[in-house]
Each structure stands twice: as C-alpha cells, then as structure tokens.
C-alpha cells in the first residue's frame, strides 16, 4: 500500500520516538514490513537514518546507493542529507574512508551536520582528537536540542576518549538533564553509561557504581548492544574493586554468544590489568589494528607488547609468514601469491573482529566505490577463490562466515608470523615485492613499465613507487617524464630485517 506525505511523515515520527524511547525492535519490524524500492526518492534518507538508528546498515545503504552512486545522481545531484546519511551508513559498513572522502566534500558552513557524521566516523577510527574538533564546529553551528544532544553525548565520549575528562564530566552531566527533560530514554542512558565512566577513571566507585546502575536501569532487561555496555562496565569496576577477573569472564562469555568482539576486546583488556600474561597482551595488541586503540592500550598498561608476534605454537609444523609472503613446513619454503597473501594479511588483521564486507572491499578495491548489490559478489567470487587455494595446498585455515563476516582461523599444525610492530608502513607489500621481483634485472624503468608489468593505474603505480623509494626498495633519478627507477640490491629487505629485530 502507498502512503502520501503525511502518513511517511508520521511513519518516521512513530519510529523516531520508539527509538527515543528504546523500542528498538518494534522499529526493525516496521522497516522490514516496507518495501524498499517502492519508497519514494524524497523520503529515502529520513527511512535510511532510521535504519543505521536501528541497525539495518544494509537497509539503509540500499535506499540511498541510487541516489549516491546510481544513474539517479547523473539525473538529480544528491542532496547534502542523502550523502551524509549514506557516508556513515558506510562508516557502519567498514568502508570509512570512501565515507569521510563523501563528507570531506560537503560544505560544512552550509551543511554543518556533515561535521557531526564525520566526527562519528573519525570515533570508529578510535581518531578522538580529531572528532572533538568537527563535533565542537557542529555544536558552535546551532543545532536544534536533538542534534545538541547527539553530539554533546558523542563529544562527552571524545573528551573521555583525549583525556579531558573533567570537560567530558560537565558536559554529559548537562546532557543527561537535557535528555531526560527530552524523554530521550536510550541517550539518557548513553550519557550515565559514560559518566560511569568518567567515575572509574576518577576513583568515585561510589559514583560510578550508581550511574551504571542508573544506566542498567534505563535499558532494561534488553539484549542490546547499549545494555551490553553497561554490563561491560560494572564488570570492569567490580573486577577492579575486587581484583578478580571472574566478573570480567562472566561478561566476555556474553559478548561472545551476543557476538559483540569489541566489548570481547575490552574485557581482555581489564583482565590484564588484573592478571598480567605477555602471550594475553600481544594477541591483544597485534590483534587490533586501529593505531588510536594501540595507543590507548598503551598507556592503560605498564608493560609493552612484544617486538614479535606469532599466532599459535612457534613449533608448529607449518608457519605462514606474513611478513615476506612465505609458507615454511619441513624445511621447504613456498612463495605465497599477492592476492592470497593481501587476504591473509586482511583477514589476520583483527583478531576480534570479523572482516566484513564493506572492510573487505574496501582493503582489495581500495580505488572502487563501495555498491551494496554488486561488492558483496565480488567478495564471496574472491574468497571463493581463495578457499580452492587453500584446499589446494592443504594449508591448516578454516575461512568461516558469521553474521558480522568473515573470520580466519588456524588448525594446532599452523602458526603465523605477523608484521613486526610499527612496520606495516614499511613491509613490502605483494606489489612491491612484484616490482622487486620483475625489475631486479633491469638496468631502469619507469611508471609505464610498471603499469604494464602489474595492469594496475598511474595512481597505485605511483602511490607504489613512492612507497619503494621511501624505504629504499627503489632509487629515483631525473624528473618529470624523465623519471626513472633503480632497483637498491638488498636495500629494502635489510631495512626491514633491521626493524623486525
């Protein structure tokens, strides 16, 4: 059945205060309930926010990909709220940067809630520095009090993220008032979650024990992802007051059957500032690959992470080198190819996280644009193919799919070798080591050589060559289409060995 104006209007009315108030299945059932393409192009983003409000990324990203990226943007430009809308709908999606390159392109002055999406995607980048700046700009800009509130919560958590932690205290203190006075249930709830925090990391147990409680309180019996969150943190304050794991463990086992590895991540975390094990701290560490969060993890602990990193046994009978494209069993050492190689080292790049579509696409096609019909394919074609290969050189990996994407996981008879920590600028990557490999015995050659050798663009072939030149793979000589290049005997490999120790 079609609707006119008013009844999409009070369609998403219904469902932005059973958000506020945090019936948040009640909408999911409605938004399913609605057939997608039959939604008129004017009421796209509105529907598209409530999705990623909800959790229906792929939803969301279905109703706006024609107007961003289809043949209705040649027609009709997109307007400024559907690309915002549809960048952090990516954001959630794992391609963040094609969504900051959408956002970067906004006017701001015009447009200032393009500061807000970006700010919110700079957060998932754990860049809190950064979204305290554009979530400052937005709240100077004047929003109404909804949008104040949005922003005020997500800054609150920006400041406790930079370590202004007395700014974060005032400024959630006033958003919870501003919430409630809203009837904004979920981001009350939000904003005591938060100042909980800010407790704990001030030492007023008393304090933070009763905001999370407050917190519990709002979200309910709920299984989602905000109660979760609550849960996590009164587990860390007890096991901090108690200096026992057990409510640390207690909660892990939940994020893991909820399938929520962030808050999986944190619990390990805390445990080990609780009990210290080095194998605990570098899984951790060389497990999550955002630089901000390896920071962060840094300064929460007084012990480093190793310089070395093998997942698994070191006597394992076979080990995948992750570090020079290798497979090293008994003895005899197999080259592994550059695209297998590129996956392996994508999908061993998280150890929580499962590698999802939009990350996936997003690390292989770094120069495509993401396209919710077309990418997914494209994936499953490649990992495909990548599963025969694995088959073929009957290599202990099991590739499995979950709801959140993809996981790689190793046999007892596997270990791998990871990137030596603060590397991974620097390693040679499949395509510098394919021009290592091709050129070796040329005298010189330049970016259309390479072009040709590799069939990949000017851009990567350039953004290439300046990688080798910077860590003396490559020597450059002359300028302008007089560029040429020489191989450096031995230059990068003994650098690299240099830094892997």
């Not at 939604?39 to 926010?49: E, L």
């Not at 203190?173 to 100042?195: H, S, V, Y």
């Not at 989602?224 to 640390?248: E, F, H, M, N, R």
């Not at 002359?478 to 290049?485: C, E, S």
């Amino acid at each position: 059945m079609s609707r006119n104006e008013t009844e999409w209007q009070n369609f998403a009315e219904d469902c932005d205060a059973l958000i506020k108030a945090g019936n948040l299945n009640s909408v999911v059932a409605k938004i399913k309930d609605l057939t997608l393409a039959a939604i008129p192009r004017h009421v796209r983003a509105p529907i598209a926010k409530l999705c990623r409000r909800v959790g229906l990324i792929n939803e969301g990203l279905k109703l706006l990909y024609p107007a961003i990226r289809g043949e209705a943007a040649f027609e009709i430009q997109p307007t400024a709220e559907e690309t915002c809308e549809y960048a952090v709908l990516l954001s959630r999606n794992g391609s963040t940067e094609e969504a900051l390159a959408l956002l970067n392109g906004i006017d701001g002055a015009a447009h200032p809630e393009a500061y807000l999406y970006a700010a919110i995607c700079e957060m998932a980048l754990w860049n809190y520095a950064t979204a305290v700046t554009k979530l400052e700009v937005y709240l100077s800009s004047g929003p109404n009090q909804y949008g104040r509130l949005i922003a005020g919560i997500n800054l609150g958590a920006s400041y406790l993220g930079v370590g202004r932690l007395e700014e974060a205290y005032r400024l959630l203190t006033t958003m919870i008032e501003l919430a409630r006075a809203q009837g904004a249930k979920r981001l009350t709830g939000n904003g005591l979650e938060l100042r909980g925090q800010y407790f704990y990391r001030t030492g007023d147990v008393a304090r933070a024990k009763q905001d999370l409680e407050d917190a519990a309180i709002v979200f309910g019996n709920s299984s989602g992802y905000d109660q979760l969150l609550t849960l996590k943190w009164g587990a860390i304050l007890d096991s901090t007051v108690s200096l026992d794991p057990s409510p640390l463990i207690q909660v892990r086992q939940i994020a893991v059957e909820r399938r929520h590895w962030e808050t999986v991540r944190e619990a390990d975390l805390f445990a080990l500032k609780i009990i210290f094990d080095q194998k605990k701290l570098d899984h951790l560490y060389y497990g999550s690959p955002m630089v901000g969060y390896r920071s962060w993890l840094r300064a929460q602990l007084p012990f480093e992470p190793s310089a070395n990193f093998i997942l698994g046994a070191a006597n394992a009978p076979l080990k995948i080198d992750l570090r020079w494209g290798e497979i090293i069993e008994q003895g005899k050492v197999r080259t592994i190819g550059r695209k297998n190689l590129r996956l392996l080292r994508i999908l061993f790049r998280d150890l929580y996280l499962p590698r999802n579509n939009g990350v996936l696409f997003a690390s292989l096609y770094p120069e495509e644009y993401f396209n919710t019909h077309s990418s997914p394919l494209k994936i499953r074609q490649t990992l495909h193919r990548f599963r025969k290969w694995i088959t073929a050189n009957h290599l202990p990996l099991r590739l499995q799919f979950e709801p959140a994407g993809y996981r790689l996981t190793i046999e007892e008879t596997c270990a791998v070798i990871f990137e030596p920590d603060g590397a991974n600028d620097h390693m040679l990557t499949p395509e510098l080591t394919e021009v290592e490999k091709y050129f070796s015995s040329w005298n010189a050659f330049g970016a259309a050589d390479v072009e040709a050798a590799t069939g990949l663009s000017r851009s990567s072939v350039q953004r290439i060559l300046n990688k080798a030149v910077d860590i003396n793979l490559v020597k450059k000589q002359g300028k302008g289409q007089a560029t040429v290049y020489k191989i450096v005997t031995g230059g990068a490999r003994s650098y690299l060995r240099r830094i892997a120790g």
